[in-house]
Nanobody
Framework: VQLQASGGGLVQAGGSLRLSCAAP????????VGWFRQAPGNERDFVAAISWILGTTYHGESVKGRFTISRDNAKNAVHLQMNSLKPEDTAVYYCAGDRGFSIRPDDYVYWGQGTQVTVSS
């Protein structure tokens, strides 16, 4: 399964971005999808996940109330809507897929290439 993350960019603090994770050639609703982020010198941190059966969602504490993960089955994609962005949200954002539902990056088999999000103060 190939995953493609897109939608990153440069935004001012307080602004919004929507990231998308597409799976060309596959049906992304058949997989649980997680978003992770990694800033320079840091480990890859969990952001949000959505399960593949019930669409259950879970968001990390640092983004709860600001970010929302959702499925768009018509576009075969999973989105991460990011509002009220802060400079500390600056990182490369990765989407990952697997049959399970997890907040641990090691539990995911399939990974996208990452998209850079930069939030200026």
């Amino acid at each position: 399964v190939q995953l493609q993350a897109s939608g990153g960019g440069l935004v001012q603090a307080g602004g919004s971005l929507r990231l998308s994770c597409a799976a060309p050639g596959s049906t992304i609703r058949d997989y649980g999808v997680g978003w992770f982020r990694q800033a320079p010198g840091n480990e890859r941190d969990f952001v949000a996940a959505i399960s593949w059966i019930l669409g259950t969602t879970y968001h990390g504490e640092s983004v709860k109330g600001r970010f929302t993960i959702s499925r768009d089955n018509a576009k075969n994609a999973v989105h991460l809507q990011m509002n009220s962005l802060k400079p500390e949200d600056t990182a490369v954002y990765y989407c990952a897929g697997d049959r399970g539902f997890s907040i641990r990056p090691d539990d995911y088999v399939y990974w996208g290439q990452g998209t850079q999000v930069t939030v200026s103060s």
